[in-house]
């Protein structure tokens, strides 16, 4: 009895520690054994792509916090347009498979932490309602390409999980640091393929990012005590503003007005709460928003060209409406063809739906051609046509546990950086849900992991608050 007490006694061989040392040594052998190939060879791209990827691991291996930044970076340029969405999202997939180990290595000495309440309950009805959509799409043989495409941008709330094992509220100036380059890369891109190819681009060249980032700014500029930190934001601002408005997308101009509006609404009612000697001195910041609206637009003028910008910002308003057959009405015309079929799709299996991976039948009304469509440019009818009422029951389901826990936090919470997260989360989330009513963007990874990493760095913070007593 005492020897088995005693053999009883000794702790377990950690098998976390074991495969974490497996991991190490495979990336070790792999690596030189790729870029040998590649010297012999002679694959000068593959090395070029090798050798991007080695810094990228490397810098996750350095600070473990960049992984999400890399994914984020990675989901937004990932094309939806181009013949090589399949190897793009193998790319994404193959990353995040990698922040999964490199978190499982991590938990051989910091222990996981655990999600608050009104996350898990949210995220498992939302993910519930996915598995069953997964399911009707395999049992009806709907394409099984589209559905992994479909399940990649459905599964961004899961990218909270892991952002809360390694952030906390000493990150959250990183985060927010991280977030603007981010938003910086993407403008300089769009603004450079604007200069190459002089046409109205879309896809990764203009995403939603810049003006959520641009929202972020201004709850920031609203909200931070020092002033170094309001003036830093606003000048942030006229880069993201700029690409914003080179995107001629009447939906991403609508949507930030929105966010704008409820980032201000809701600032003013939190310094309110926890300083209100300051508040009507921030009223300054409002002529101050103006005038960096003036820049942009002064910018933007001298870089596109005065007529020609003011005359393209005028037809696409002007077009917002109209369903007169023209270069910028088409888009409306086919959006309402786009519109019906999904819905009489969608009332074939209105609580349920059709499930990932079904795409209707859309016939161009000028050139007769058909082509099968996964995707509809309304969010809200694309979540009805796959999931039915179950699907928007449970988005809505969500979205309500995540703003209820927000809101909780930007009016409880002694610190600024947290409650301008807070408050920065739920105007974000308007201005999207504005965007989704002529995109499809929650359902593409571009602005789904955006998105997600906004709520997942709340989520992080609310995780890391100290318990009330």
Known sequence: MTHTTAVAAIPPLDEKKGWSQAILVAAAILAPTVILLVLMTRAWLLLLVSGGALALVVWSL???????????????????ETGHLTLEMSVLCAWFAWISLLLFWRSTWKPWVRPPSELLRGLAVWLGACAVGVTLGLLHGNNVRSLGIEVAGALWPALGLGMMQVYNRRNAVYAGLGLIAIGLVHTGFGLTMLQIYHRRLGGIYFTTVTGMVAVGLWTAALLAPNRKIRVFCLLAMIPMLAHLLFSFTRGYWLGFIVGLLLATVLSWHNLGRFEPL?????????????????????L?????????????????????????????????????????????????????????????????????????????????????????????????????????AASRAAGEDPSWLVRAWAVTAIAVTGQVLVILLTNY????????????????????????AKPTA
């Open 300 to 404: 933007s003028a001298i870089y596109f060209g005065k007529g020609d910008l003011l005359s393209s910002i005028g037809r696409r308003f002007s077009a917002s409406f109209s369903t007169d057959l023209g270069g910028e009405t088409v888009s409306n015309i086919l959006r309402l063809v786009e519109w019906e079929r999904a819905v009489n799709a969608a009332l074939e299996s209105p609580v349920i739906g059709k499930g990932f991976g079904f795409a209707i039948m859309n016939r161009d009304p000028f050139l007769g051609t058909t082509r099968e469509q996964w995707f509809v440019h309304n969010y809200y009818l694309l979540i009805w046509l796959k999931l039915g009422i179950v699907g928007l029951a449970a988005f809505g389901f969500l979205l309500s546990k995540l703003i209820r």
């Open 62 to 80: 350095l600070d473990i916090r960049a992984t999400f930044l890399i994914a984020v970076l990675l989901a937004t340029f990932v094309d939806y």
């Open 278 to 298: 300051v508040r009507s001195r921030r009223l300054l910041l409002v002529p101050a928003l103006i005038g960096i609206f003036a820049v942009t637009a002064g």
């Open 441 to 464: 963007s929650l359902a593409d990874v571009n602005t789904a992991f955006a998105f997600a990493y906004i709520w997942g760095v709340f989520w992080a913070l609310r995780a890391d």
